[in-house]
Nanobody, 121 residues
Framework: QVQLVESGGGLVQAGGSLRLSCATS????????MGWFRQAPGKGREFVAA?????NYADSVKGRFTISRDNAKNTVYLQMNSLKPEDTAVYYC?????????????????WGQGTQVTVSS
């Protein structure tokens, strides 16, 4: 079992930056592939980025977002730069035990409660 708690969301103007954090507890973080997903109002949950040994990104965020992990601190980060209004969503952290990185939400075993990111134009 692993618990995930996201933080770092907020309101930012277009072109700005935010860094999301996902603090984990339970099993050793290094045994998990970690992912970030987002869900805008009225839309399904969308893959953003994932990491096991290296980052994997959705085309819509490639070059603007960076996923990283600090296994010693049991924390995963999502650095978001050059934010756009279409990035507005609730962002969720997810963990997949001993699996490769996946764009599919059902591949992940555990989820956080989400953190709201709002980008104003």
């Amino acid at each position: 079992q692993v618990q995930l708690v996201e933080s770092g969301g907020g309101l930012v103007q277009a072109g700005g930056s935010l860094r999301l954090s996902c603090a984990t507890s339970g099993r050793t973080l290094s045994t998990y592939t970690m992912g970030w997903f987002r869900q805008a109002p009225g839309k399904g949950r969308e893959f953003v980025a994932a990491i096991n040994w290296s980052g994997n990104y959705a085309d819509s965020v490639k070059g603007r977002f960076t996923i990283s992990r600090d296994n010693a601190k049991n924390t995963v980060y999502l650095q978001m730069n050059s934010l756009k209004p279409e990035d507005t969503a609730v962002y969720y952290c997810a963990a997949a035990f001993l699996r490769p990185a996946s764009h599919t939400p059902t591949s992940y075993d555990y989820w956080g409660q989400g953190t709201q990111v709002t980008v104003s134009s």
